[in-house]
Structure formats: structure tokens, C-alpha cells
């Protein structure tokens, strides 16, 4: 069985939960990817949260 931890959440719907092993889910409410680390994880987010120009 996988671990899983919602560690961050936005207003906007975007999420971080850690699932063990040095690994991220990096979701949005459109898709979800995996990362490893918590850096790559957090500037996913901060990508996605991006206002699109």
C-alpha cells in the first residue's frame, strides 16, 4: 500500500502530497504528474499557479 500526505494546497486547486520515497504527486484540477523532491514539486506548482500572459 502507497503512502500518501496532502502537504500543501492552494486556493486555486492545485495540491502536493508526498507518497514516500523522496517522491511528490503534483496535482491540478485538470491533471496529476509525479516528481521527485520537494524543490521540484513546490516550482511545479508554482509553474501551474503561473497567470498565463
Known amino acids: 500500500m502507497e503512502f500518501k500526505s496532502r502537504i500543501f494546497a492552494t486556493s486555486r486547486g492545485s495540491t502536493i502530497d508526498a507518497i514516500g520515497d523522496g517522491r511528490y504527486l503534483v496535482c491540478n484540477p485538470a491533471y496529476c504528474f509525479m516528481v521527485h523532491g520537494l524543490r521540484q514539486a ?3 506548482v508554482q ?5 498565463a500572459l
Not at 47 to 51: A, L, S, T, V, Y
Request: net charge neutral; no cysteine.
Open 42 to 44: 513546490h516550482e511545479a
Open 47 to 51: 509553474r501551474q499557479e503561473k497567470p
